[in-house]
C-alpha cells in the first residue's frame, strides 16, 4: 500500500514519465512556519543532472504546494505537494526487462498495464515527493531541537571511517553531510575514484548511506510491533535500491561479544547516559536519547550500458540488454537526502 | 503499537514473568487443518533448557488455543494461542539497569510502571508465541507449495558459507535447517567453540541468521511502502536482538558493481527466471519467484556474568552490574524458528 | 478484520460455545489503577441469566487477565482479558438457517467452517469482551475528568423521553444508567409490558440505546476520514444487532431547518458553550465539548420461538424453524452497558 | 487521519478557498478502462450551480489525473485527481462562528491555523474529490455486475416512499436515480416547495439520502470490527453534513418484533434468498448478496441568512451572524452523487 505512518500519513503517487509525482502528507502539527526556500534547497540537493555522477535528466523539482499551507504556515489540514515532470522524454515502452530492476516485477504484478517508461512507479524519481516531505519534517523538527543527518557511509568498497567522536557529534556529522560530496574530504577522492572506473566501464556502483538523529528524546517507538528499528527499517525499505538496514554497529554487533557490544551506562547532569552507541540508540525498540544511527545498503543502478543477458517479456525469448539513456553510475550520493528524509520522517512521527 | 500485518493481523501479549504470553491471529482462510503435533515440535525448536547454550529455565511451551480451531481446523475466526509461564521465578524488580539491555528504555517509557521482571514485555519469551504463529503460517503455506527454512549463517564471527547452489535448493537448505544445530556439520564445531568460549568467559556471542522462502509466486508486495522488504523488515525488528536485516546479498552489493549485482534473466518452461539471486527474490519490492533469502543480524545476549558499569535507576547513581541467573550465553539457535516464523508470517500476509 | 483503534487497539476472538472469549488491549496508558471490583460489577451488568427478560444461560463472567496488569495498575503493556464459557452446552451445528441471523452469511463468508454452535464468532457473547475493555477505559477516563453513561431510550416503540435537560445533566443520566432497569421510572413499566407481550407471543422486540459523554474536551477527532463520528459508528456497528447509528438529533435534523438545528454559541467562564445540543457535541467531525451523544438502533433478537420460513443449508430445501432454547425476549436492558462500553473506548482512544 | 480504506486506500486533500481539493486512490485494479466522459458526467452531478437549490458559486469541477492512467486505463499505480479551485472568492477570516459550523471545533483543534476561509478543509467542497473516486470506483464495478444508485429519500419531513417492489429492483431504482432531481415524480414537488419556502425564509432544511448497491455477491465483510456496517458508516460519517447513518429498516427495527424484522429464507435457482430485506442486505457484519441498502441522514446547511446567536471567537464576546453569501438552502440533491460514492468505494474496497 502507499500509505506509511502512524501519527503522520505519507501517501505517495506519480509515474517518472507521468505528469508528476507527488505525496500528500496528513497529521503535521498547525501553525509550523515552513521556509520554502529551505525546500528548495532540499530539492536541489537530491536533483538530478548536478554532476558527473548523476544521469543527464535535468529536473528543477520544485514543488506546487497545494493545500495545507497559510501564509508559510501549516493549518493541519493535509500537505499535498506535487512536482511536475519536466524532461520527461515519452517514449514507448520497451518489452526488454533490464536485470536487477523491477521491469520484471511489474510485469508480474500488473500484468503488462503498468507504466514502466523511466521506471514509472517503481522510478528512483518518487524519492523526490520523499524528500520534500522530510524537508518539512526537519524543519519541524529542529524546532523541537532533533536534528537529523546523513552522509555516504562507502561507496563501491571504499568506506569513510569518520571517527567514533564525530559520530556522536552533531557538529562534526552536520560539517560532512552538508558538503556538496557529503562524505569526509579524506574520503572524497578514492570514493570518486571508484565512481570514475566504474562509469568508463559502462558500470555503475552501490554504497551505504548512513543517517544520525541527534537530540530525539529517549521513550521513542513502542514495545514489540511498534519498535522504531521497525518504523525506521519499513520506510527505509520503501526507497527503491535500498537492500539492507543496519542500527548502529549492526551487522558487526553479529561478531562481537556481549561484553563488547553493550553500552556502559553513567550519569550526567542527573540523566543517564551511554559511554558508547553500538545500539545505534535504540533498545528494545525504543529510543535511549543517544544518537540515533542507521545505515542502508545500496545497490549499483541496474541500469548501465554495459551487455546484459535479458528476456524479451513481449516475444518471451531471451536477448542481450544494453541500457542506453542517461543513468546515473552512482545514485549513492543523491540518496543520501532521502535516507535523512526517510530518517527525519520517523522522528518525526515518533514524537508527535 | 502490538499489531502487525495487512491480510493477517497479529495482536501479541504477555509478559516474562506474568501468567502468560500469546498471540490472537485473525485472518487465517478457513478450513485449514493445523496439525498439533507439528504445532509441539515448532515450540520445542525455540523452547529453553534443551542444550548448554541455552538458559537453564525449563518450559513446556505449551500452547492452549482458546478460539478459532474447530475439530482440527481453522474457523476463519481469530485463534487466541496462550503460554502459561511455568518457571518463571517471582522476584522483585531490580532497579539496577542491564547494560544493552530494555531495562533503561521501559524506564524512559512507562516510568517505572512496566512489568520488568525477567525482561517482561521486552523479553525474547514473547517470541515464543511467534512460533506459534509462525508455525500455523507454515503448514497453511506447505499446502499452497511455499516452504520456508531457516538456518544460522554465522555465530561470533564464524560463518557458514552454504554452497550458492545449495541455497537455491530447497532439499539441501531443509536438511541443514532441520539439524539439531540448524548449520552446515562443517561449521558446527567452529561455531560450538566460540559459544563455549565466551561461556566460560562469563560473556556472550551474536550471530545472522538467514531465512528462505522456497516456492513463493512472483508478484507478492506492494509497490512503494508496501514492499515485500519493507513487510519484512518491520516484523524482523520486532523481534528482540534484531539490529540488521539485509536481503539476497545485501550489504555486500553495497561494494559491488551493477554488471555482478544484477540477476541475468532467461526463460525455462515459459517463464522468466534469474541464473543468480543477488537480488534475494525481490525487485522494486515485489518477489519475483526466486527463492525470498533475508538475514538477519543477532545481538549477543545483553545479559552476562562479566562486571558491566550501570547505573542503579532508584538512586541515579553509577554502579556495576553483574547479570546472575540463567541466560543463553548464545541466543543464535533458538532464535532459527522465530526468524522462519516471521518469514513464514510475512509470506502468508502476503499470499492471502 | 478483528482489530480496532487508533491510539488504543482491540483484538477480538472467541466463540460462544468455543473455550473462551477474550480481547487483548493495546496502547492504555501506564500506571492506571484498575479496581478489579467495579470491573466484576461492570460485567455482571451485561451478563446472562439475571432477570426475566434475558437467556437462561448463566455465566459468572469472570474475567482473567493474563498480561500488562502489576499490583492493580496498568503496566503499558498489551491487556489480555479471558472470560471462559462455563455454560456452553455443547451441540451439533444445525443446518437449517436461523432467519436475521449470521447463519446465513457464515456459510457464505467460511464455506461451513466456520465455528457457528450459539453463534459462534458471530454470537452476541463477543459482547463480553467488549464491556471488559469498556470497564477499564470508563475507570481511566474517569480520572481524566470524563464519565459516560448509556441508557434506555426506547424499547418496542415506547419511548423513553427524557427531558433535555437531564440529558445535559451528568448527574441526571447516571441516576437512570445505573438503575436496575436503566431507563426512566415512568417509562419502564410500559416498556416491561412490551417485552413481556413478545415474550408470550414466542417473539422478541428491539429498542434504542442512547449514550451520553460527559466533560470530554473539545478538539478530539480529525477532519474528515478520521471524525468523531466515523470512529464511534465504526465501533458500534461491530456490536450485533446495532443497524443504525446517529448523533445528537440524528435522524430527526433531517426535518429541521437550520434555524432550528443550529446551536446557538454563547460565552460562559471564557469558555464557547452552546446553548442546545442538536449536534450531539460534534460538528465537523470534531468535539465541541459539549456532551457526546449517540444512539444505537437494536434490532430484535432473531432467535424466537414462533415458526418461521427458512431453509436446510446441508440440502438447500426450504423448511420451518423454530429457535428453541435459551435465548432473551429484549437484549435491549444487556447491550446498555455495551454502547456505553463502546463510547468509553472511543473517547478514551480520542483523548490519548 | 485522512486515509480511509483496507483494499483501497484513499487520502485526500485540500481546502475551499485554497488552490485546489484531491484525492489520492491506491488499490485500484490494474488494466481497468476508465470513461473520463463518464467522470466529467458524474461531477457535474454534484458540481455547485446548477439549479435553483445551489449555491451561485460556480466550479467546472474538472479533474486533472496526474498519475495512474494511462492511455485510459489504470496501471495499478495510485491515481492522484486534482480539481482546481476556480470560483474561490478570496476572503479575510471571519472571527464570528457560525453557529452548527465546524469554525468552533477548528479552532479548538487547530488554535487558529486552519485556513477556515469557506469552510476551509471542513468544507463540503471535500466531496467533489469523493465523487472523483466514485465514479472511478463505479465504472469498475458495473463490469463486475454491481450498480450503485442513490436517491433522495426525504426532504423537510417530505419522504419520498418508494415502493418496496422498486426497492429490490435494480432498474426502478436507477430510473429515479439517474433523474434531475433524484427522487419519484409524485414526491419531487412537495420536496421542491419545502426548500423554496425554506431559501424564502432565508432558511436551509435536511433530508435523507438513500443508496443501494446491486448485485454485490454475499460473503463481504469481515467479523467483528470489519463489519460492512462499520466500513460503510465510517466513510459516511467523513461526508460533512451527516448525521446518522441505517441500514435496511435501521431505526424502525427498534420498534418491530424479531417475526417481522427477520427475512424469511427461500432457494431460488439454487441459491438462498431473502423474501424482504429489513436487514438491508447485511447479517452479522457480513453481505447476504441481497442489495445493501444504506441511508444517511443530512442535517440543514448550517450557513443561513437568518440572525443567529454566536461568538467572536477574536473578542470572545457575544454577537449575532448572519451568514451573507453563497449558500445552499438544500445540499440534499448535491449529497445524492457523493452517498452513493461513498457506498461505490465500500463495495469496490470489500470486493478487492
Known amino acids: 500500500m502507499n500509505v506509511w505512518g502512524n501519527n503522520i500519513k505519507l501517501s505517495i503517487f506519480g509515474e517518472s514519465h507521468g505528469k508528476a509525482v507527488g505525496v500528500v502528507i496528513d497529521g503535521l502539527p498547525p ?30 523539482d520544485s514543488v506546487e504546494v497545494l493545500s495545507g499551507l497559510l501564509e508559510g504556515r501549516t493549518t493541519g489540514a493535509p500537505i499535498c505537494g506535487v512536482i511536475r515532470n519536466e524532461d520527461a522524454r515519452s517514449r514507448d515502452y520497451d518489452a526488454k526487462l533490464r536485470p536487477g530492476h523491477a521491469d520484471w516485477t511489474a510485469l508480474l504484478k500488473f500484468g503488462g498495464h503498468a507504466d514502466m517508461r523511466g521506471g514509472g512507479h517503481f522510478s528512483g524519481r518518487l524519492t523526490a515527493p520523499l524528500a520534500f516531505a522530510g524537508s518539512l519534517a526537519k524543519q519541524i523538527l529542529r524546532r523541537r531541537g532533533v536534528e537529523v543527518y546523513a552522509r555516504i557511509a562507502a561507496i563501491g568498497g571504499v568506506e569513510d571511517e569518520m571517527e567514533d567522536r564525530e559520530m556522536r557529534d552533531r557538529q562534526g556529522y552536520r560539517a560532512v553531510s552538508l558538503r556538496d ?14 565512481v570514475d572506473a566504474a562509469k568508463e566501464a559502462g558500470d555503475s556502483v552501490g554504497g551505504v548511506v548512513e543517517a544520525a538523529a541527534f537530540g530525539l528524546p529517549g521513550g521513542l517507538g513502542e514495545p514489540f510491533f511498534g519498535s522504531m528499528e521497525s518504523a525506521v527499517a519499513s520506510l527505509l525499505f520503501a526507497v527503491p535500491a535500498v537492500k539492507g538496514v543496519e542500527f548502529g554497529d549492526g551487522f558487526r554487533l553479529a561478531s562481537m561479544r556481549g561484553s563488547e ?32 544511527l542507521v545505515r542502508a545498503a545500496i545497490k549499483p543502478t541496474p541500469s548501465i550500458a554495459r551487455p546484459q543477458e535479458s528476456v524479451d517479456s513481449a516475444t518471451m525469448t531471451e536477448t542481450i540488454v544494453r541500457v542506453s539513456g542517461r543513468h546515473d553510475p552512482c545514485i549513492v550520493p543523491r540518496a543520501v537526502p532521502v535516507i535523512e528524509a526517510c530518517l527525519a520522517l520517523c522522528a518525526l512521527d515518533g514524537l508527535l
Not at 186 to 194: C, I, L, Q, Y
Not at 269 to 291: C, E, F, Q, V, Y
Open 261 to 292: 557490544a553493550n553500552d556502559a551506562l553513567y550519569v550526567e547532569d542527573g540523566k543517564i547516559k551511554a559511554r558508547t552507541n553500538h545500539n545505534g540508540g535504540i533498545l528494545g525498540g525504543i529510543t535511549t536519547g543517544m544518537p540515533l
Open 31 to 60: 501553525g509550523e512556519a515552513i521556509d520554502a526556500d529551505e525546500v528548495a534547497g532540499e530539492m536541489l540537493r537530491r536533483s538530478p543532472g548536478r554532476d558527473r555522477f548523476s544521469t543527464a535528466r535535468r529536473e528543477s
Open 181 to 194: 560530496f557529503p562524505a569526509s574530504p579524506s574520503a572524497e577522492e578514492a570514493m570518486k575514484r571508484v
